[in-house]
């Protein structure tokens, strides 16, 4: 497919993948009405005739189309107020299975305390494995897929909320109501020593306050406030604690004229 130049329908495609059919890339907003400007320009990574759009292109598309609705702000695409924010609905019936994929750092987590929103406010399951793999594909090459036993998990009180007939999101599905798959022994080793990892690097980085620093005791300012002395705490007009020798000379001719 060729490129997009046109600034119309290059605003027209955007719209229609950010606002019009989100669910479809496996897309969504939060309340407030922002995603993650970094998950909007992986989904357009996807496509090769989207693959040269930046956080510049929709500046400029902001000037060029007054009423463009979207805006990237400290790295979230948002929505203007042109364009009322989505409001996904609470579902009683949810398909007997959705999917998530997770990364892989994630694994042991998941395993112990269930699916929980990382930096989202919800997490994205979708209806069929080809779309959670290609959302788990945005943050890791080679995320591991989840089964979720999505129509006992709302039987039991679990919330869920229809984005479109492909998407759907929690904001907590218990590890019962999870089918993980098996890792091999090499994959959870090296999980674990990616964990130890950062958490030696963690225990050993110097702290924020203490870059650059150094410290300073009482003694120090009590020595340079004595009278006589430098802020070294040397006497003044001496030099490493002795007295300088042309002071010394110059001291004996003067009592020399004075005798």
């Known amino acids: 497919m060729a490129t997009i130049s046109q600034p119309k329908t290059l605003a027209k495609t955007l719209l229609y ?29 996807e496509d090769p ?10 500046r400029e598309l902001g000037y060029l189309l ?6 990237v702000r400290e790295g979230w ?11 996904y609905p609470v579902v009683s019936e949810v398909p007997s299975r959705l999917f998530a994929a997770l990364r892989r750092q ?12 990382t930096s989202r406010p919800f997490i994205p399951l979708a209806r069929d494995r080809e779309l959670a793999l290609r959302i788990g594909k945005r943050r890791d090459p080679e995320p591991v897929l989840v089964d979720i036993l999505a129509s006992e998990a709302g039987a039991a009180g679990n919330v869920f909320f229809k984005v479109s007939d492909q ?3 929690a904001e907590l599905v218990p590890v019962s109501f999870l089918i993980l798959p098996p890792l ?28 650059g620093s150094f410290l300073l005791d009482a003694a120090h300012f009590q020595e340079a406030s004595q009278p006589g002395k430098d802020a070294k705490g040397t006497r003044k007009g001496k030099k490493g604690g002795k007295e300088v020798e042309w002071k010394k000379h110059s001291r004996k001719e003067r009592n020399k004229r004075d005798a």
């Not at 007054?66 to 805006?71: A, G, K, R, S, V």
């Not at 994630?106 to 929103?117: D, F, K, N, Q, R």
């Not at 091999?184 to 870059?211: Q, V």
């Open 17 to 45: 993948i950010a606002c019009h059919a989100s669910g479809e890339y496996g897309l969504f907003w939060n309340p407030d009405g922002a995603m993650p400007w970094k998950e909007f320009y992986w989904t357009l990574q």
């Open 49 to 58: 005739s989207l693959r040269f759009v930046r956080e510049g292109h929709i």
């Open 66 to 71: 007054p009423d463009f609705p979207l805006e």
């Open 77 to 87: 695409l948002r929505l203007t107020k042109e364009m009322p924010v989505p409001e």
């Open 106 to 117: 994630l694994y042991p987590i998941v395993s112990e305390h269930g699916l929980s929103p």
């Open 167 to 169: 998407l759907y999101l």
């Open 184 to 211: 091999r022994r090499d994959a959870l080793a090296e999980l674990a020593a990616r964990k130890e990892a950062r958490t030696k690097k963690a225990a050993t980085a110097p702290s924020a306050g203490m870059a």
